[in-house]
């Protein structure tokens, strides 16, 4: 009498035997062909990944491609403070310092925000007392290793403006 697939699996007695599963299976992974390795992303995909980062935090859609190749001469060490007449390129080079940074150190403790937007979440946290409060709100942003304020003194002049 010949012995079907199922009494080899199962073995003699009736119960499962193991070891012609695991022979079984190894077979049929051997039999697959090998799996790609992944291929490295590519500079077009590292800068689409960049630009959603940088849309994600915030930073105006016209300066996506901000790269400190774009001045003359970038100072070496990124800058404090940042200020100069309307349409100078403080923006930009703060911006492109962000990217520089993100690209070198990756996304984590790295911000861009609009002054204004700053201003309206500590505005709301005298509104609505449930959520973080001012204090904590600016305890966030100071443990950023790189933080961009954008537009800080262009806001209109108000008493939280005069506060903060």
């Known amino acids: 009498m010949t012995e079907t697939s199922a009494q080899k699996i199962t073995g003699a007695e009736g119960k499962p035997g193991l070891a012609p599963i695991r022979n079984r299976i190894q077979r049929i992974l051997e039999s697959l062909p090998p799996s790609p390795e992944p291929s490295p992303p590519t500079l077009e995909e590292k800068d689409r990944a960049l630009r959603q980062i940088l849309l994600d935090k915030?930073?105006?859609?016209?300066?996506?491609?901000?790269?400190?190749?774009?001045f003359h001469i970038p100072p070496e060490v990124p800058p404090v403070f940042i200020s100069g007449p309307v349409g100078t390129g403080?923006?930009?080079?703060?911006?492109?310092?962000?990217?520089?940074?993100?690209?070198?150190?990756?996304?984590?403790?790295?911000?861009?925000?609009?002054?204004?937007?700053?201003?309206?979440?500590?505005?709301?946290?005298?509104?609505?007392h449930s959520g973080a409060s001012a204090t904590e709100i600016i305890s966030d942003f100071s443990?950023?290793?790189?933080?961009?304020i954008d537009d800080l003194g262009t806001e209109r002049d108000t008493p939280l403006v005069g506060q903060v």
């Not at 996304?107 to 204004?116: K, L, T, Y």
């Not at 443990?143 to 961009?148: H, K, P």
């Open 143 to 148: 443990r950023y290793r790189f933080l961009v």
């Open 58 to 70: 915030g930073v105006y859609p016209v300066l996506l491609g901000a790269r400190l190749a774009d």
């Open 90 to 128: 403080k923006t930009h080079l703060a911006v492109a310092y962000l990217a520089q940074e993100i690209q070198q150190w990756g996304e984590r403790s790295r911000m861009f925000i609009r002054s204004i937007d700053l201003f309206n979440r500590l505005r709301d946290t005298y509104r609505d």
